[in-house]
């Protein structure tokens, strides 16, 4: 919208992974048991953008939440700072797991608020001038993910082994919990349901967060059909 020229040639997750957590004492698991409550709010981080869109779409009294800045880390949450946590269902949920933090959750995909992404992206100047380089990428990333669904323990191992100070066990959690999100479109990895590209624009849009819904050119899922043609 600003004129970067960028184009999304693939999406790693068909909704966002963001859910929402609150204590276990708590009621929580429909939209109205936001009201009443504070939420802690990253501004600007792509969960604050799925709870706008949650808010509007579920027509929570917006007047009712309140809200306050909030960082990645876990302690104000579980020292009760606020009632309400945006989080990642394969990051914060198993680090909560792992201290054996009870708690509630919401998932927006539940209530229709999907918001596809995260995703693979580049400069259209540079996928025009490198499409077989862009499809040969895309071609290694998804033999990538076909061979974690196939064999998830291997992956793991393939993490630390890159990377010496990866917590095995916690990655081989984080990969059950994001599974779901990660699956793709009619189980057809990185590929996303163009419909649900359509919903986040237009709610992005009510909620002020963007003006300009025309977002089609910005996408090209030629690559990742390509790979499933071929």
Do not use: C, H
Request: aromatic share 14%; hydrophobic share 35%; net charge positive.
């Amino acid at each position: 919208e600003k004129g970067a020229d960028l184009v999304a040639i693939g999406f790693i997750n068909n909704a966002s992974p963001t859910v929402f957590l609150t204590r276990a004492d708590e009621k929580f698991g429909e939209p109205k048991d936001f009201e009443g409550k504070t939420v802690g709010i990253m501004p600007g981080g792509s969960t604050e953008f799925v709870y706008r869109g949650f808010l509007k779409k579920t027509g929570i009294d917006a007047k009712k939440v309140k809200e306050i800045p909030a960082s990645f880390d876990l302690t104000g949450f579980i020292n009760k700072l606020y009632n309400v946590k945006l989080a990642f269902i394969y990051v914060e949920n198993v680090a909560l797991d792992e201290q054996g933090f009870k708690y509630n959750m919401i998932e927006p995909r539940n209530f229709g608020v999907t918001f596809p992404g995260r995703i693979y992206f580049a400069k259209r100047k540079f996928v025009e001038k490198n499409k077989d380089l862009t499809q040969r990428f895309i071609n290694t990333v998804l033999q990538g993910w076909e061979s974690s669904f196939k064999n998830p323990d291997n992956a793991a191992k393939e993490l630390k082994a890159y990377d010496k100070s990866i917590d095995e066990a916690r990655e081989r959690k984080s990969f059950d919990k994001g599974v779901p999100y990660f699956n793709g479109f009619n189980s057809q990895l990185l590929l996303v349901d163009e419909s649900k590209l359509t919903e986040m624009v237009n709610l992005l849009k009510e909620v002020g967060l963007i003006q300009n819904t025309d977002y089609k050119t910005s996408v090209d899922l030629s690559f990742v059909k390509n790979y499933y043609q071929k």
